[in-house]
């Protein structure tokens, strides 16, 4: 039993607790049930998990909250579960980290086929993501790329006049990228990747949304841009050299 994959269950509805749990049992993973963020953090704190199944409406902590916890000290993939289905609400847990977005009522095959997707993306993503392009610099570099300097080491970006420019944790991991993949096209399944690990499925224009933010922090004309280009039916290149201090 300790070698099946475990998966865990937040979710304040026991019925749902109950069901989902039976189902996941039955195709062969290990699933523990919890109702709160307490809970699961105690099961977190008592033993490996390999992924959440993650409700967005719960008492107290909601899944947001949770999630945004979870991603400042693990990379466990995060499944959201919510009756709240707007496009809106799927941008802002993918950004903050969830790997897959499922709306209640949700078919228990779909949820199923949903995680071994992600499982199987994650077990993988080292060795395909190294293969394919090169990961965000480490601390202590000092990037420089037309007339704009970023400061891995405080992760701190000032403009060609020196004004200090605020990053989102998101678009300071997509500048990394592209700054250490200077004039290569890089798909959304790639940035995706290297940038949070993520899922690259339904909604994978997360990254479309991500990158328009940074074009608005970086770009003289954001709906022209000169250093982030769209290539059409490949995805993004950063059209500047970069120069490594």
């Not at 709240?84 to 209640?104: C, F, H, N, P, Q």
């Not at 394919?132 to 000092?142: C, D, F, L, N, V």
Request: glycine share 8%; net charge negative; aromatic share 4%.
């Amino acid at each position: 039993m300790a070698s099946l994959p475990h998966l865990l269950i937040v979710d304040d509805d026991p019925d749902i607790r109950q069901l989902v749990r039976q189902y996941l049992e039955r195709n062969g993973f290990r699933v523990t049930a919890t109702a709160d963020g307490n809970a699961m953090r105690q099961v977190l704190a008592g033993g490996v998990v390999d992924l959440i199944i993650l409700d967005l409406m719960l008492p107290e902590d909601d899944g947001l909250t949770l999630c945004r916890e979870l991603r400042s000290a693990s990379k466990i993939p995060v499944i959201f579960l919510t009756a709240v289905g707007s496009e809106t609400d799927r941008i802002v847990g993918l950004e903050l980290g969830a790997d897959d977005y499922l709306t209640k009522p949700f078919s228990a095959r779909e949820l199923l086929a949903r995680i071994r997707a992600v499982l199987r993306r994650t077990s993988s993503r080292g060795d395909h993501q190294e293969a394919q392009i090169q990961q965000p610099h480490g601390r202590g570099s000092i990037l420089r790329f037309s007339g704009w300097t970023l400061d891995t080491a405080h992760r701190q970006l000032h403009s060609p006049d020196g004004v200090l420019v605020e990053l989102s944790g998101g678009e300071y991991e997509l500048l990394s990228v592209f700054l250490k993949n200077p004039q290569i096209v890089l798909n959304r399944d790639q940035l995706l990747d290297a940038t949070r690990g993520r899922l690259a499925g339904p909604y994978d224009r997360s990254i479309d949304v991500q990158v328009g933010r940074l074009r608005r922090k970086i770009e003289l004309d954001p709906k022209n841009p000169e250093l982030v280009k769209t290539i059409r039916s490949g995805g993004y290149v950063l059209a500047t050299d970069v120069e490594t201090s």
